[in-house]
T-cell receptor
């Protein structure tokens, strides 16, 4: 099973673009990469998922290089409300077992 | 309805008590999950039900007993818990394993 590594914490300022990188050197061919956001005392919330290249939705973009050994979650123009923990997960989903990263605590400052 | 609900929000129990956590979803999802989350740690998968059948049990102690009465409901029965079992218990559901919808969790304290 792939293991993910992500920074423990990051700081940024309102209006900036934030990029959080996750390393997953042992990712398997069938594995997808998924990111979740979690606020204190709440359940995680799905942000975005991808397999390769670039995926974009209304809240974020996910960049995955050709070797798929890492991925970068990009949050455009962050606000204070984006302060949260962000988890990187890899897995093929076929057996419902996903490997959660340790999480990156993102703090947005005014 | 795109919500997963969990009751109760908070639970305090003694080590000899028996209690149950409840989870409900009406999104027609085929899979439901129980996770345990300690402070500053990622969620740890405990159980997965797929089409109302237990498909994954991550070597969870028998003092935790899951139940899936129907496709919308998931229970977690607790008995003889230890103080180290205090945590946030999260329920989730999904149609596809990667996009899970989480409830707000039950904050459990074992005295």
């Amino acid at each position: 099973l792939a293991k993910t590594t992500q920074p423990i914490s990051m700081d940024s300022y309102e209006g900036q673009e934030v990029n959080i990188t996750c390393s997953h050197n042992n990712i398997a061919t069938n594995d997808y990469i998924t990111w979740y956001q979690q606020f204190p005392s709440q359940g995680p919330r799905f942000i975005i998922q991808g397999y390769k290249t670039k995926v974009t939705n209304e809240v974020a973009s996910l960049f995955i290089p050709a070797d798929r050994k890492s991925s970068t979650l990009s949050l455009p123009r962050v606000s204070l409300s984006d302060t949260a923990v962000y988890y990187c997960l890899v897995g093929d989903g076929s057996n419902y077992q996903l490997i959660w990263g340790a999480g990156t605590k993102l703090i947005i400052k005014p | 309805d795109t919500e997963v609900t969990q009751t109760p929000k908070h639970l305090v129990m003694g080590m000899t008590n028996k209690k149950s956590l409840k989870c409900e979803q009406h999104m027609g999802h085929r899979a439901m999950y129980w996770y345990k989350q300690k402070a500053k740690k990622p969620p740890e998968l405990m159980f997965v039900y797929s089409y109302e059948k237990l498909s994954i049990n991550e070597s969870v102690p028998s003092r935790f007993s899951p139940e899936c009465p129907n496709s919308s409901l998931l229970n977690l029965h607790l008995h003889a818990l230890q103080p180290e079992d205090s945590a946030l218990y999260l329920c989730a559901s999904s149609q596809f394993p990667d996009e899970q919808f989480f409830g707000p969790g039950t904050r459990l304290t074992v005295l």
